[in-house]
């Protein structure tokens, strides 16, 4: 196992000498720890793949440093590397059988017959493969498929797995259970793990640490809980959680030492008092971010108002998304229950204080709180 730390990463490509290179990852320095699973998340095209093919040697890297363990790694060939890749279409080899296509590295490589039918057998409980040694991959359900793939690197045993959305395939259920099969995975063998989604909620619950990608541009690195309630920026609020925060974009205002914020939809009067630093200028305008789940339909003691028309009520079973439209804006509440709104009638719900995270509206950069 290995520790993989990337320095200053830059990728651009070069479709032809005319055309501008496309910046597919800019300085991106980060370290992943023995063992850690990383979750690179973020939206089409932020370069998720391109910095795991730069790890696993498949794509030339433009400037930047790569170590795997002690080793600086730029110019080895990915054979030499000592990864494992999984990619989204793992094609399997379809005239093999399982035993076959989790063999056949391990035979490539000159394995001793013994150490490859131990090392097959061990993967093979480990993902419940067993009783399916025997069969060809087109007599295998896809949830099957896709644990022959991660099969096929776990007998390799290599210093760092690297997955690039492995689930994608699978339909809802079988995604869920393919995700808490990994977890349970990555406890057993402790290895080290970069995994690329684009899902938020996988990121949330499989990584240890989440990595959130925009343009190229790292903009977070964190635990899934301090992604979460502590964004570093209005990009990073608004990808990770579903629903959405909802943003309100008003002023704010320094009045005799206390710092109040003014929008059309917040309606207090005179704003609400609002905990930020004054790191900022009078009259600046500035974006307030509330989650859905910190909106209360009930009355609370100091709570902000927000009042805004029903346009869409959507009762999910244990809780009710209530969809607002308040001036230009719009919110979601998310209900702890089963509740009624009459659409186009006018509701008020009050924000919890203490949850509300305010960006800069020109930078999106937090305000720190
Ligand atoms: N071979 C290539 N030539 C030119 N541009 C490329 C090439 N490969 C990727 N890109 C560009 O680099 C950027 C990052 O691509 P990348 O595949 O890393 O995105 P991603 O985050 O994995 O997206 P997705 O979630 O859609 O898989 C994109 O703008 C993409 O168009
Ligand atoms: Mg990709």
Redesign the pocket.
Known sequence: MARVVIEKLNKF?Q?SRKAEP?Y?VHDLSLEVQDGEFLVLV?P???????TLRLIAGLEEISSGTIRIGDQVVNKVEPKDRDIAMVFQNYALYPHMTVYENMAFGLELRKFSRPEIDRRVGSAAEMLGLEALLGRLPKELSGGQRQRVAVGRAIVRQPKVFLFD?PLSNLDAQMRMQMRAELARLHHQIKATMIY?T?DQAEAMTLGDRIVVMREGWLQQAADPATVYQHPANRFVAGFMGSPSMNFFTGKVWNVEGQIWFESGAVQAQGGVRVPISSRFSAGQAMVLGIRPEHLSIEVRPGWAPIEGRVELVEMMGAETLLHLRCGSERCVARLPLMAHFQLGATVRVHADLTQMRFFDAATGERISS
Do not use: D, L, R
């Open positions: 490509y479709s496309v597919a973020g089409s095209g932020c370069g998720k793949s391109t959305e690329v684009h």
